[in-house]
């Protein structure tokens, strides 16, 4: 997967919202974007999908361009999990699998995901409706309960390259650990692209591409970044000392 001098403006707009940007992302590599709100990682990740078109440059898959796929067998390259969930008035089971008949894998995805103690306690577990317009034993899911719910969609339809944006955002302290140390198992074989904000995710990441102002200003291993990136080691200390005072606020808003 390659970006090759990539950049893109809104319409009726000559400023740049990405700024030439070049990098390579391998098979079996786990990576995060990460910079502060507005830098452009979601914007990054949306050309990558094809929902938005660069205005110069080309991304490249298997060194073919991505203009010249089908569009839709170019969407199902990819397993994203946005900030916005989207549940559906239907079982939990088939919010996962929309329909197909569960597998081994749907459990593997649940447990992968963090939802497994959520639905052993529900009285009616994988068939618990996700509504209570329709069933007045149906339930509204709490926001970090939504959270693992699309991340178990997207584990479960094992596509090549999984995506989550901000995945944490909703998830306690405790949860979001867990979805921090289990990363690797949950890309296994994957190129995955982890995208926030919280630089705590980039431990356990490959890669890390540091974002700003549209371009990525600098690459390496969180180790390497932090012995030499100044900006990149002093963000990461300030996040560190927020929550080593118990404050819930992010250092970068």
């Known amino acids: 997967m390659e970006f090759r001098n ?3 403006h809104y319409p009726n707009h000559d400023q740049k919202i990405i700024d030439d940007v070049s990098f390579v992302i391998h098979k079996n590599t786990a990576v995060t974007l990460v910079g502060l709100n507005g830098a452009g990682k979601s914007t990054l990740v949306a050309l990558l999908m094809g929902l938005l078109k660069p205005t110069s440059g080309t991304i490249l898959i298997n060194d073919q361009p991505s203009e010249t796929f089908d569009y839709h067998d170019y969407l199902g390259l990819f397993a994203p999990v946005f900030q916005e969930s989207a549940t559906f008035a ?4 088939n919010n996962i699998t929309f329909g197909k008949t569960a597998t081994p894998a749907m459990e593997a995805a649940i447990r992968q995901s963090g939802l497994w103690k959520d639905v052993q306690d529900l009285p009616a577990g994988l068939q618990t409706n996700l509504t209570q317009y329709v069933d007045d034993q149906g339930m509204s899911l709490s926001g970090g309960q939504s959270q693992k719910l699309m991340l178990a969609r997207a584990l479960y339809q094992k596509r090549p ?3 989550l944006d901000e995945p944490t955002a909703a998830l306690d302290a405790l949860a979001e650990s867990e979805l921090y140390q ?5 890309s296994k074989g994957t190129i995955s692209i982890f ?3 919280r630089l705590a995710s980039t431990q356990f990441a490959d890669i890390v591409f540091l974002v700003q102002n549209g371009r990525i200003a600098d690459a390496g291993t969180h180790q390497d970044l ?6 990149y080691a002093a963000l990461y200390h300030a996040q560190s000392q927020y929550y080593q005072e118990g404050d819930g606020a992010d250092a970068t808003e």
Do not use: Q
């Open 90 to 93: 239907d079982t939990l089971e």
């Open 6 to 8: 990539v950049s893109y």
């Open 161 to 163: 390259v999984l995506i």
């Open 182 to 186: 289990h990363y690797h198992d949950l």
């Open 195 to 197: 995208i926030s904000h």
């Open 226 to 231: 932090m012995k030499a990136n100044p900006a």
